[in-house]
């Protein structure tokens, strides 16, 4: 019991409003949600600056960070470090690296120094089986209303992957916008899943194919046609 006291860490979870903090960033103070409310937001956490996996990765979100803006989603980076190491980092990548075809790249997007741990503990991203020091690679999606809509957790040896992280987040939306549940593997394109039957007179009613462009696989299992781009149409309309 001591031990798992001991083991435990606040995390908030989906469904849980965001937990507010002011921080310094890269690109100044931030009161975060609210500086960012109306839009989504990714707030993700790195160990350290000037380390590998990280650098590849902070790479990578500011060479795609036109694909989050699209999608109104606003990417926030937090690392464990103080400003002045952020900054010469930052400098570092712009100025020196090259790597997998990306170079010359300025991060935009507000790097929260967090020497201190403080927003890494309010977020759970600090896990201590792992390190006391270094936050694990951390990627909350968080909505308009600032609620926390989905959590993905990587360990420090593994670098994410952006194509899942922006399924993520246009799968998050295209439930929202359609009302429906994505499956397995689920991209734009592809079938959606419609709420389940309620009743069941209406799982009765699926099943005898009375819901015009629904197929059943069973009464619990039905999908229907959505279009890439009505899909798209929706998530990229402003
Ligand atoms: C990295 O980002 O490369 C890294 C950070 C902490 C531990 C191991 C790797």
Request: hydrophobic share 40%.
């Amino acid at each position: 019991m001591e031990q798992q006291e001991q083991n435990s860490v606040n995390m908030p979870r989906i469904g849980d409003k965001a937990p507010a903090f002011t921080a310094i960033t890269t690109q100044g103070k931030i009161n975060f949600p609210t500086d960012f409310s109306g839009k989504w937001k990714i707030l993700f956490s790195h160990p350290a600056d000037f380390t590998p996996v990280c650098t590849t990765e902070f790479m990578t979100f500011a060479t795609r960070q036109k694909e989050f803006e699209a999608l109104n989603c606003q990417l926030v980076g937090l690392s464990v470090d103080g400003l002045f190491s952020h900054i010469a980092w930052l400098r570092n990548i712009k100025e020196k690296i090259d790597y997998n075809g990306m170079k010359d790249v300025e991060v935009t997007f507000p790097l929260i120094e967090d020497i201190k741990m403080e927003v890494a503990n309010k977020y759970g991203m600090i896990q201590p089986g792992d390190s006391e020091t270094k936050a694990v690679r951390a990627v909350f999606f968080i909505d308009t209303k600032d609620i926390i809509r989905a959590i993905i957790y990587y360990p420090a040896s593994l670098g994410r992957n952006f194509d899942e992280i922006l399924r993520a987040l246009k799968g998050l939306q295209t439930a929202d916008n359609f009302g429906v549940a994505l499956p397995a593997d689920w991209e734009p394109g592809k079938d959606v899943i419609v709420p389940p039957a309620g009743s069941c007179g209406a799982a009765k009613e699926r099943m005898q194919g009375k819901e015009e462009n629904v197929h059943c696989y069973d009464w619990y299992l039905c999908t229907k046609k959505l279009s890439k781009e009505t899909v798209e149409d929706a998530l990229y309309k402003s």
